[in-house]
């Protein structure tokens, strides 16, 4: 009887650190932004910013071509406690838009986004 609650504790204690390391191992940080260009032109002039305290650097989207999408990951800084995720562009008019894609975000939010362009080259959620 006691080496079979033995093995029951050691089977248990192999569970609870397979799981541990699989969370660690597979689990998503940070926010996963996915831009596809549904237009026949070439986007480009977007960046991504963070807005907290403290924010250092935008995040530069690359070129789009047409047809095709771009994923950008962000990952969030270890001093970062609440704030805000913004697009800005310009538009098929030569127009500066500022579109908000999260609001209001907080540390260890996992988000993945996916974000269309039209023909008319505004940002649509999707």
Do not use: W
């Not at 990952?75 to 995720?85: A, I, R």
């Not at 697009?87 to 127009?95: A, E, H, I, V, W």
């Amino acid at each position: 009887m006691k080496k079979l609650s033995i093995r029951i504790i050691i089977g248990l204690l192999i569970i609870g650190l397979a799981c541990t390391l699989g969370y660690f191992l597979f689990s998503k940080k940070g926010i996963n932004i996915t831009i596809s260009n549904h237009t026949n032109q070439s986007i480009s002039n977007c960046f991504i910013k963070i807005n907290y305290t403290g924010a250092a650097n935008d995040i530069v989207v690359p070129a789009i071509a047409p047809g095709k999408s771009e994923k950008i990951s962000v990952k969030l800084p270890d001093d970062f406690t609440e704030g805000s995720l913004i697009l800005y562009y310009t538009d098929s008019n030569n127009n500066k838009q500022e579109k908000t894609i999260i609001g209001y975000l907080e540390k260890n939010y996992n988000i993945d986004i996916t974000l269309s362009v039209d023909d008319n080259g505004r940002i649509i959620f999707n």
